[in-house]
């Protein structure tokens, strides 16, 4: 029989994340589901074992690994039957620091990230009136001499009692006076502790079906230093498009990741069942699902590399990131719906993990981009039809 997945060029790597990810079991997973908690001891072992700094050059203490690698390392966690939504930020958010960020800033962050000192999980873009209509965000940040006075209101700004460091998004020149929209916003580190103690930055927790610990944040006149602006004033907007491209491309992984995963459970599961005295995987009806999965799965594995592939280059990779996204979140999707169908009412019991797994993969589909927008950006950008908004 054919592993799931096949072996391929990183099999050393993902052998040491098995071994780890090996410790934390699905009753870890599940009490923490039943208790909605943080894996806190998960994410402090990746820490240790330099996982979450793959993509830091060693000159900053990170392993110097490429997108590619990152994406394995996401993938193994989703395999192995945990959730990599509590940790990637640390692999995305960081690079928008490391892509962008001055020589002073990178000396002064990346080590500690990459030791473990600080964490820089969170990204505050989406607010509640604008959604991903990005460019039209209502947080503005003034300067006020050596400082940035910043008023608005982000929401799904996740992992906040979890960072030291958070990016965020405001806008620093009025829509009315730049010539593109995309123009005139500039990114920002914040340091959490700081922004919460001067009372200018509140935080209210958001309840979510998936357990994924996500918050609205409030600004009212929180200063921000001035050295705290990434790269050039008024171009953040083009910083975080470079940033989302290899988050896509880590989610499309952790997709991946759980599409193995569904698709492994349900040939183990239709393999050892026995209903008529016969293994129900027997049956073509039950068969045929299960091996569909696994090609689609593969198609987006493919996708999934590309991206990172051109991203690792330096080359644009816009398209390929959306669609590998796209494509991985539908084929995990789909083994999930297969997966909890092979089961029965088995599939719905908690000892089974398959109906735990089934709501973490269903967040794909909308987070952190809908795959209507990602057609929508296909359509527009690959294939030249008209904007359609």
Known sequence: MRPIPAPDRYQELREALRALCAE????????????????????????????LAAMIPSEYGGSGLGLAEASVIMEEINLSGGNAGACHGQMYNMGTLLRHGSEAQKRKYLPEIASGKLRLQSMAVTEP???????????????????????????????????DLMILLARTTPLAEVRRK???????????????????????????MVNH???????????IPAQSVIGTEGQGFRYILDGLNAER????????????????????????????????????GVQFPIAESYVEIEAANLMRFRAAELFDA??????????????????????ANVCLQTHGGFGF???????????????????????????SYVAEHVLGLPRSF
């Not at 123009?183 to 200018?200: C, I, Q």
């Not at 997709?255 to 040939?267: K, L, P, T």
């Open 349 to 375: 019991a908690h000892d089974f993990d398959v109906e735990r797994k089934f709501r973490e993969t269903r967040l794909y589909q909308v987070a952190p981009i809908s795959t209507n927008l990602i057609l």
């Open 24 to 51: 934390f079991d699905a009753a870890y997973w599940r009490k923490l589901d039943a208790e909605e908690g943080y894996p806190e001891a998960f994410v402090d072992a990746l820490t240790r074992a330099g996982w």
């Open 249 to 284: 491309t880590l989610i499309a992984a952790e997709c991946i990741g759980d599409g193995w995963w569904f698709v492994e459970r349900s040939r183990r599961y239709a393999s050892d069942r026995v209903v008529f005295e016969r293994p129900i995987g027997k049956n073509q």
């Open 314 to 335: 330096g080359k644009p990779c816009g398209a390929e990131a959306n669609m590998a996204k796209l494509l991985a979140a539908k084929a995990s999707w789909e083994a």
């Open 129 to 163: 009136t604008t959604g991903t209509d990005t460019t039209r965000l209502k947080t503005t940040a003034t300067r006020r001499g050596d400082v940035y006075v910043v008023a608005g209101q982000k929401v799904w700004t996740s992992r906040l009692q979890h960072t």
């Open 182 to 208: 995309a123009e005139g916003m500039s990114v920002f580190l914040v340091d959490v502790h700081a922004a919460l103690a001067s009372g200018k930055m509140t935080v209210r927790p958001i309840a979510n």
């Open 213 to 223: 610990e996500t918050n609205e944040v409030f600004f009212d006149g929180l200063e």
